[in-house]
Each structure stands twice: as C-alpha cells, then as structure tokens.
C-alpha cells in the first residue's frame, strides 16, 4: 500500500478541506457585502430626503461616499470570489 492510497487520520485538513472553505469564505464575503451597500444606500437615500427636508448636507456627502466605499467592497469580493473558483476549478 502507497502512501497515495491511504486515507489522510481522522481530523485532518485536506486540500479539498482548503478549496472548500476558500468558496464558502468567498461567498460569505459577497454577500456581506451586497447588504452593506444595501444598508449604505438606505442611508443614502435618508440623507437626500432629509437634506430636501432642510436638513444639513454633509449628511448627503458621507452618504455618497459610504455607498461607494461599499460598492468598491462588493466589487473587490466578487473579483476575489471569482479568481477563487477559477483556482480551485469549480465553475
């Protein structure tokens, strides 16, 4: 018996073990993500009714760029999670 046919001891990480939690990790991050720029455009969307209401505009300034912040986020993590399944061959 090769070393190849042997079956890895209980509680061991595989490589397998790895790819998968890199795609559930991946996953996770996007959709984080996807309701942070959510909640980020609620704000935004706030922030434009009270400023119409007379509120103080710096409101809609920090709401813009909240909404970007978490824009460019979700874009990085959908790259990252592309570039994931790319390495670990899962489509």
Wanted: charged share 25%; net charge positive.
């Amino acid at each position: 018996m090769t070393d190849s046919d042997r079956s890895p001891p209980p509680g061991a990480v595989t490589e397998e073990d790895v790819r998968v939690n890199d795609r559930i990790e991946a996953r996770i991050s996007a959709v984080m993500s996807a309701l942070g720029v959510l909640a980020a455009a609620l704000l935004l969307f706030g922030a434009v009714r009270e400023y119409r209401a007379g509120g103080a505009g710096v409101w809609v300034g920090a709401g813009v760029a909240l909404f970007l912040l978490t824009t460019w986020t979700l874009v990085r993590n959908l790259r990252r999670g592309r570039r994931v399944r790319e390495e670990t061959g899962t489509g």
